[in-house]
């Protein structure tokens, strides 16, 4: 399909965040790994303080070749190309790199990247998991007297969810994962109302779905959407979308997983808002975009969380008419309405 060809040109650009890789190789004693392994978590937190390293951590892998010595590599991220030079130039970083390199009984080797690729599944993980996500949600924010139609836009949210194993949850011969939305949040500050704080509300459902397009034994492409509600923290205290109306993010066609990059548009209209304490109405919010830009941490699960992986049933029926009502404004519309005939038939 065009659009799973021009999603797959595009899997590593998404991670942009990611580059300036480090990857050094040291070979020492036996009876020097320790010190060595000591040095080179000291060298990481001196580069990090002063602002050299980036924001993961450094990465410190062991083996042991069998002729009597150890290899050491360490890998980690520059914060930039500038912050590469300066570290050159820096003193106290050449000292303990002198000092690291005078533990290693051979010439070390450097490598340097400029990208890091990572996989994706071509089907749905037959693991479930917890997965947390960086994302941007845009919506327009009208408070009663104090804003209208503001474009709220929250840059540095977070997801953390669960993901269940692949499942055909409804007999048609198509896979699912069900996605538990645990917790999700982000803060911006606006001018007339101060800091707002938007983060779900734990007493509605907060999940969403991914449902298998593909053909034969291939889950991707799919059709995936979002279902939250919003709890926020104003000047006038916690206001709630109304919780008869959650706010919907999609569907859209997802061409691997997880689903970074994919934008989830809204056609859900004014949502009321209305105050925590009361239920008295204070404005309305009009959801725009959801889009995830990086995972920060994925992990399978060890332990088998039965009630994680139980999908409400009013989600599948609610993904199947809303992706049959708005396929044909949507980019994807004949893969939309594929999926759509496919679960009415």
């Not at 790199?97 to 749905?124: D, H």
């Not at 969403?208 to 279902?227: C, E, I, N, T």
């Amino acid at each position: 399909m065009a659009q799973t060809a021009a999603t797959d040109h595009g899997y590593k650009h998404i991670y942009r965040n990611e580059s300036l890789i480090q990857v050094q190789r040291y070979e020492t004693a036996v009876n020097q790994v320790d010190t060595l392994v000591d040095r080179l978590r000291a060298k990481w937190a001196l580069l990090r303080e002063k602002g050299y390293a980036g924001d993961y951590p450094v990465e410190i892998l062991r083996s042991a070749p069998g002729n009597g010595a150890t290899e050491v590599v360490e890998v980690f991220k520059w914060a930039s190309s500038q912050a590469r030079m300066t570290a050159g130039a820096d003193s106290a970083i050449r000292d303990i790199q002198e000092r690291i390199e005078a533990l290693a009984t051979q010439p070390t080797a450097l490598r340097m990247y400029t990208e890091a690729v990572r996989g994706f599944n071509s089907n749905f993980p037959g693991t479930g998991g917890v997965e947390l996500l960086k994302g941007v949600c845009s919506c327009l924010l009208t408070v009663d007297d104090m804003v209208s139609d503001y474009p709220m836009s929250v840059k540095n949210g977070i997801v953390l969810m669960h993901r269940s194993p692949r499942t055909d949850y409804d007999g048609d011969g198509r896979n699912e994962m069900y996605l538990k939305i645990l917790m999700h949040g982000g803060e911006i500050i606006q001018a007339a109302m101060g800091p707002i704080r938007v983060e779900q509300n734990f007493n509605r459902p907060n999940d969403g779905v991914v449902k298998s397009l593909g053909q034969g034994d291939q889950d991707f492409p799919g059709v995936a959407m979002w279902r939250v509600s919003w709890r926020i923290q104003t000047a006038l205290g916690p206001v709630v979308t109304d919780p008869d109306e959650p706010l919907i993010f999609g569907p859209a066609v997802v061409s691997h997983y997880p689903p970074v990059g994919t934008h989830f548009h809204s056609t859900t209209g004014p949502v009321a808002l209305l105050l925590e304490e009361n239920g008295k109405r204070v404005g309305t919010l009009v959801p725009g975009e959801l889009t995830a830009f990086d995972i920060v941490v994925t992990k399978d699960d060890e332990i088998y969380a039965d009630h994680l992986n139980a999908m409400p049933d009013d989600l599948l029926p609610l993904l199947n008419r809303l992706t049959a009502s708005n396929g044909e404004s949507h980019a994807e519309a004949g893969e939309l309405a594929g999926v759509a005939e496919a679960a009415t038939d």
